[in-house]
């Protein structure tokens, strides 16, 4: 069984949707999964099927789910391991381990994994892939410089004994995930065109013919394999090169993963994150919502494009859509309401936490300042804020000061001028009503005010004091 | 339930040193009855000085040195993955796996090969085997620098070195490897079980006799017990040859070892084998294999003067041996 690294939100729908329906694109997945854990005998199906269950849950921030398929397999690990050891099949027995140490760091059990891990080597060091776990298992708890060292034990392990071109482009691209950028960059656009290259034309025949679409972390045969480390190549690959600020490249290498997979929900949540215009943004941003509603990443995006200024105003009812309107509801300073999606997908974590009331309160809150310059993201965490008589009492107490940009107003008379509303940084602000402050000022100013309260995304200001910057 | 979900998972060392049984667990490195002080949070493997002990944190990149005479404790970073220390008089050799380096804490380090997972001193030196180029490095001690560096078969799984020769056990090919020190070159390679997995000395070579090894084979679920390089090729062949046919220690087809054993541990003549699959350690004699306790981990048991000391469910207990 080859092993591929896990992506964060990675999922594919069938190429072809039938009109109108609009399908979470991993639905498909977690179903053929399901009827993979249910009909499986062997252990490697098993594990296969309740792994890849665990991470396509986890891209839709079903973390409860999430675990308990990863215990399952912990369960199926334990089993196997006990009669490997019974048979005196050693072979067995270290592949069983280093699974138990590589789900043990996925929930977060860094003593588990490493004990199993050091097992997991000692029986098979030789084993590009007991490194390229332990790589992963490194990675999932954040041990980078260990990530990178046992990836590059399975690279030169795999070099070593010769193997295949495609298991030595997943210990690639594994590797890719721990090491600086310009390594990492140069090993996925070798992987990448590798597996463009001629050497692997019987099998992108094989996936022409069974039509294979689908990406799971832990794949059973050559098909799955290329089709899955080719969309995650690319994915990392476009990634690294908008972390370089080659934007043309990223948005053509995202591209190149539609091209593959037309909802492909990293791949369209990132080209509308690097759109240039507000129509193609907002329909990447639909597509994106429909093909995962629950991406925290894409979810931030849009609010902070919805702050920025961005729109969308349709009336689809996708599940994509309803979760797209409550960030734009909480944008707004309304409470969304959830309840017909949260029990459509109980135990989804992006749902809960956005029905829930932010509470992100700004340190000055907590502090004795009477004098405070907050950031726009303060403020936006204030305005989400429920807050308890505590909190109120320390925001009557406090003066702001703000460099602010208002919005311009009808001329005043000589010696005056009046202002009604403006931005701080992103934050809109208003005042109870238009206010002539006496001198000249330009539409950027130093503004001294106190904060009355919240009006839709708008907050309530008292000013005290108007400067010039 | 199945066996090996009763495994504990809580790291806890056990060493047995002059001055009485030092554990290390959640947190803390104490000598029951005398003293008890901060310590690493996941303790692995322990290394023993005539005056202190040195406690590894492979997964927080951390060691703990404790004085033995009052537990005082001083702290020190490594680099990444500490996997195996020794003391060299009053220095802490540490090696580094993920780091690729051997450093004297305190002082510098050396770069050695890729995935260097074996540590032993013997005298002046410390040898060093990386498995996956199979690369075996000798290391001055004093001044610490890299001495000389062979290439030897890759992927073996334990090493241990005696006066004159480092013996590494292979489990793939079955194979005990023997490395003269003094020349640094392969002396010879022996068929040992089928896939034997680690290496104790169990006995110091006398004048009729090489150095004893006990090497546990989980496949076959026995535990070989053969003789090590003596100075001449004759008596060489002569001592393995009495070794492999004494073919472990049990007759016939039966084992005593319902899962197999994959580790030994030896002081003076003294061994026990382990069960890393089960936390099992059992004590053997020549007569009998018993039970000495379910559910440990690999560094979590000791060989006392008197018997045996683990540390099982909160509990350090010590067990009288014959």
């Known amino acids: 069984m080859k092993r591929l690294a896990i992506a964060a939100c990675l999922c594919v729908a069938p190429a072809i949707l039938p009109a109108q329906e609009t399908r979470i694109a991993s639905d498909f997945e977690i179903r053929q999964m399901e009827r993979q854990a249910a009909a499986a005998k062997d252990f490697e199906s098993q594990l296969s099927a309740h792994l890849n269950l665990g991470d396509l849950h986890l891209t839709r921030n079903e973390n409860a789910a999430a675990r308990d398929e990863y215990r399952k397999v912990l ?31 996925k929930l977060g059990d860094e003593r588990e994994a490493f004990e199993l891990l050091d097992e997991a080597t000692r029986y098979a060091g030789d084993n590009a892939k007991t490194w390229s776990l332990y790589a992963e298992a490194m990675g999932e708890l954040s041990y980078r410089e260990k990530a990178a060292a046992g990836a590059r034990n399975a690279v030169a392990v795999a070099e070593w004994k010769g193997e295949s071109s495609l298991d030595l482009a997943v210990y690639r691209f594994t590797l890719s995930a721990y090491v600086p950028r310009p390594e990492a960059t140069k090993l996925l656009e070798d992987v990448v065109a590798t597996l463009k290259s001629h050497e692997f034309d019987r099998v992108r025949k094989e996936v022409a013919r069974r039509e294979s679409f689908e990406s799971y972390s832990t794949v059973r045969d050559d098909a799955t394999a290329y089709v899955s480390l080719l969309n995650r190549s690319l994915l990392s690959l476009a990634l690294s090169y908008e972390a370089n600020g080659d934007v043309a490249r990223a948005r053509k290498t995202y591209q190149d993963v539609l091209a593959a997979r037309s909802d492909d929900p990293t791949a369209l949540a990132a080209i509308a994150r690097l759109s240039h215009s507000n129509d193609e943004r907002a329909r990447y941003f639909i597509d994106a919502f429909d093909a995962n509603p629950f991406s925290l990443d894409t979810i931030h995006a849009y609010e902070q494009w919805l702050r920025a200024g961005g729109s969308i105003h349709d009336d689809s009812t996708s599940a994509g859509a309803q979760v797209r309107h409550a960030v734009e509801q909480l944008v707004r300073g309304e409470r969304p309401s959830l309840d017909a999606l949260m029990k459509q997908f109980p135990g989804n974590d992006t749902l809960r936490e956005l029905a829930t009331p932010r509470s992100h309160a700004p340190a000055f809150l907590a502090g004795s300042a009477t004098s405070v310059s907050p950031t726009a993201e303060e403020l936006r965490d204030l305005m989400q804020l429920d807050l308890t008589p505590d909190q109120r009492v320390a925001l009557d107490r406090i003066t702001f000061i703000s460099s602010v940009t208002f919005n311009p107003r009808p001329p005043a008379p000589a010696g005056q001028t009046i202002f009604e509303s403006g931005t701080i940084g992103d934050v809109p602000f208003k005042f109870s009503e238009p206010i002539a402050f006496a001198g000249t000022f330009p539409t950027t100013a130093r503004l001294t005010y106190r904060i009355l309260g919240v009006s839709g995304n708008t907050l309530l200001l008292e000013p005290v004091k108007l400067e010039g910057q | 339930m199945n066996a090996l979900l009763a495994v504990a998972f809580f790291a806890q060392t056990v060493a047995s040193t002059p001055r009485g049984v030092v554990v290390a667990h ?21 290394a023993l000085g005539e005056t202190k002990t040195a406690v590894l944190d492979e997964i927080h990149d951390r060691v703990a040195i404790v004085d033995l005479a009052n537990g005082q404790t001083t702290f020190a970073k490594t680099q990444a993955t500490p996997i195996a220390a020794a003391f060299a008089g009053n220095d802490l050799l540490v090696l580094d796996r993920d780091a690729h380096v051997i450093e004297k804490i305190g002082g510098s380090s050396i770069q050695v090969a890729q995935d260097p997972e074996l540590l032993s001193v013997a005298g002046n030196h410390a040898y060093v085997y990386s498995r996956i180029g199979g690369v075996l490095q000798e290391i001055g001690l004093e001044p610490f620098a890299l001495l000389r560096t062979i290439r030897i078969p890759p992927f073996a799984s334990a090493m241990q070195c005696d006066a004159r020769n480092a013996y590494l056990i292979y489990p793939r090919d079955g194979q005990l490897r023997v490395v003269d020190l003094a020349k640094m070159q392969l002396a010879g390679q022996f068929g040992v079980g089928s896939a034997p997995t680690d290496v104790a000395i169990t006995g110091d070579p006398t004048a009729l006799t090489a150095t004893r090894l006990a090497i546990p084979d989980p496949l076959v679920k026995r535990v070989w017990l053969v003789e090590g390089r003596q100075s001449s090729l004759q008596a060489f062949a002569r001592g393995f040859l009495r070794g492999m046919l004494g073919v472990g220690l049990f007759r016939g087809k039966m ?51 008197e018997g045996v000391a683990y540390w099982q469910n909160g509990t350090l207990v010590a067990q009288k041996l014959d």
């Open chain 1, 75 to 105: 369960a199926i690990a334990a089993n196997e391991r006990a009669d490997a050891r019974k048979d005196g099949n050693l072979a067995k027995y270290a592949t069983a381990t280093m699974y138990a140490g590589f789900v043990h760091a």
């Open chain 2, 26 to 46: 959640d947190g803390v490195v104490e000598l029951q009855g005398k003293w008890k002080s901060e310590s690493v949070s996941t303790p692995g493997v322990i």
């Open chain 2, 255 to 305: 084992t005593q070892f319902p899962t197999g054993v994959d580790r030994v541990i030896a002081s003076g003549p003294r061994w026990l084998a382990f069960d890393s699959s089960t936390g099992t350690l059992y004590n053997v004699t020549k007569d009998e294999t018993n039970i000495l306790a379910r559910g440990l981990g690999p560094h979590s048991f000791a060989l006392t003067p």
